[in-house]
């Protein structure tokens, strides 16, 4: 019994009914356009001339809905009048034309104002007749006449019948929000071409969100890897050498401003809530960090074939960055040594490797915590390019990151 009373005590269902009477009265105006048809026809029976007035006000309703601004104004009524959550309506794009569903906003004004003029009517005469029946309490009887029908009450009940109006104008009020706010979702939420497009949209903001991820994980965690090693260099070789030592805490400063560049884009991206691509480093700014990690006291034994200036776009990003995860990781878990780093530019595809000591105590081993997310993260953008990849032993001291790439090289 408490469960439904308590529609009967909420806010909303007669902000809901509100604007459900506010629909009907905006289409009032509506009115005197839609008699001019009928008084064109006064030959015809006064039947057929409400027939044609009403067919007439509805069209002139419906036409309301197919303005944008008519359906940004209902969906912002309802989401304050009958507390229903609806997204803002998908701008037109070549995905979702302008013409998707609008034949719904049409169909709402018109039920929204069906139930504004019904239930308005229903609670006029209802409330109407709750304050009249109450006059014949001190007579012993009362009595209502409306359009020709009388009710008359006898006795002293005329106060239970008036008590018993009012709960069914409640009653009407009730329905009436409701009946809006199931109708809604389904006329003025998205429609299914709308959700396609919020999901496509959803859809590719997580994964520029991924890809944000991914690149500031190779950037930040290389330029760590990096800095941590060069300033344990430039500490041991500081009053031995200042010159190196001077040496490294300047490749510090370079590689700690680019990640910070980075950092702030990605940064900057997410308080816009927008997708994007963090600055863009490719196979050309290859040897600026081979030299880096030389500068961190790391050997490094590049060997480059072919013209790397033909490798562009998505393909030259995602090997650069595969090279300095691999790098990174050398430098991680390396035991010392030479690190060799291969990238070779052939008409079918692109090869890169890195190679590293292992089982020993090099400068990086067992310095720096994992995320575990380095090699999975390269094998899902090796996937993504339709590549292929391998990493584990390669022979007995060392460990050996290889990919391959197709590859379409620019005229």
Request: hydrophobic share 50%; with cysteine; aromatic share 6%.
């Amino acid at each position: 019994m408490i469960r439904g009373i308590r529609p009967l005590l909420r806010g909303s269902t007669y902000s809901g009914a509100l604007f459900a009477y506010c629909g009907a009265l905006v289409s009032f105006p509506l009115l005197p356009f839609a008699m001019l048809p009928a008084l064109l026809l006064r030959q015809a029976p006064y039947a057929v001339q409400a027939v044609l007035a009403l067919l007439v006000w509805a069209a002139l309703v419906a036409a309301v809905g197919f303005a944008r601004t008519t359906r940004r104004v209902l969906i912002t009524c309802a989401r304050r009048l009958l507390k229903v959550p609806l997204p803002d309506p998908a701008a037109p794009s070549p995905a979702l034309p302008s013409a998707a569903g609008r034949w719904r906003t049409p169909l709402w004004l018109l039920l929204h104002v069906a139930l504004g003029w019904t239930g308005g009517l229903a609670s006029m005469v209802l409330l109407g007749a709750a304050v009249a029946l109450p006059g014949g309490w001190t007579s012993g009887d009362a009595g209502l006449t409306l359009f020709g029908w009388s009710v008359q009450v006898e006795g002293g009940w005329s106060w239970v019948a008036a008590l018993g109006c009012l709960l069914l104008a409640v009653a009407v009020c009730v329905l009436i929000a409701n009946a809006l706010r199931w109708l809604a979702p389904r006329l003025l939420g998205p429609s299914s071409a709308e959700q396609l497009a919020l999901a496509a949209e959803r859809e590719l903001l997580l994964a520029g969100r991924n890809r944000l991820a991914q690149e500031l994980h190779d950037s930040i965690g290389h330029t760590l890897t990096a800095a941590t090693i060069q300033a344990a260099v430039a500490g041991e070789v500081l009053s031995a050498d200042p010159v190196a030592a001077r040496a490294a805490l300047r490749s510090i400063e370079e590689s700690t401003r680019a990640a910070l560049e980075d950092l702030d884009y990605v940064l900057g991206v997410l308080r816009e809530e927008q997708a994007g691509t963090a600055p863009t480093r490719t196979l050309a700014d290859l040897p600026e960090l081979l030299d880096r990690l030389r500068h961190a006291g790391a050997v490094v034994e590049p060997e480059l074939s072919g013209d790397l200036a033909q490798v562009q776009g998505t393909l030259s990003r995602a090997a650069y960055r595969i090279v300095q995860e691999g790098l990174t990781n050398a430098l991680r878990h390396g035991a010392g040594g030479p690190i060799e780093v291969r990238v070779a530019v052939a008409p079918d595809g692109l090869e890169l490797s890195v190679v590293n000591r292992t089982g020993g105590a090099g400068p990086g081993a067992g310095a720096f915590p994992t995320s575990g997310h380095g090699l999975p993260g390269l094998a899902e953008r090796v996937r993504l390019l339709h590549g292929e990849i391998q990493a584990g032993p390669h022979g007995p001291q060392h460990w050996r990151l290889a990919v391959r790439l197709p590859v379409r090289l620019s005229a």
